[in-house]
């Protein structure tokens, strides 16, 4: 296991979309286990491959209960609305209040390959669409609230 590096700021990786997971294999598992250990590293609640370098569909996410990984994942259904702060690792010092769904629920495979369901409202659920989002190579600051900016959080951290 190891800790990988963050991509950051205009990193072009970021922009860039991800491919789905085709093989469950050894190597997807490393790698599972290197994005818990980064995660855990760096004290945030989620990390997609891709903010590693990795442009394939893997998402990690620890709300501090334990990790969830999803492989392939979909937001199935949504309803209701939050205009709530968000913040990314990708984005270090920064923050901004996005528009998303209250609540959400997704489908995505586990390291094993099979499906599974989740649900998550509130943080739970902007959680979700951000990692989501960041598969599709979009940051949380193109889902900005109407009349949002995002602002420093660099004398709080
Ligand atoms: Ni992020």
Same mark, same amino acid.
């Given at each position: 296991m190891a800790i990988r590096q963050i991509r950051v700021d !205009? !990193? *072009?990786? &970021?922009r860039k979309k991800s491919r789905p997971v085709e093989v469950f294999d050894e190597r997807l598992h490393l790698l599972l286990d290197d994005m818990r250990d980064t995660l855990t590293k760096s004290q945030g609640i989620g990390l997609a491959a891709v903010q590693i370098? /990795? &442009? =394939? =569909?893997v998402v990690v996410i620890n709300f501090g209960d334990g990790f969830i990984e999803l492989i392939n *994942?979909? /937001?199935i259904e949504s309803s209701g609305e939050q205009r709530e702060d968000e913040a990314c690792l990708s984005l270090p010092h920064k923050a901004g209040k996005t528009l998303r769904p209250m609540s959400v629920k997704v489908r995505a495979q586990n390291r094993d390959g099979n499906w599974c369901l989740y649900s998550g409202k509130e943080l739970h659920a902007r959680c979700f669409c951000h990692e989501l989002d960041h598969l599709d190579g979009k940051l949380y600051i193109d889902s900005l609230a109407p009349g949002e900016k995002v602002y420093s959080t660099r004398d709080y951290d």
């Open positions: !205009d !990193d *072009p990786v &970021l370098g /990795i &442009l =394939r =569909r *994942p979909e /937001i």
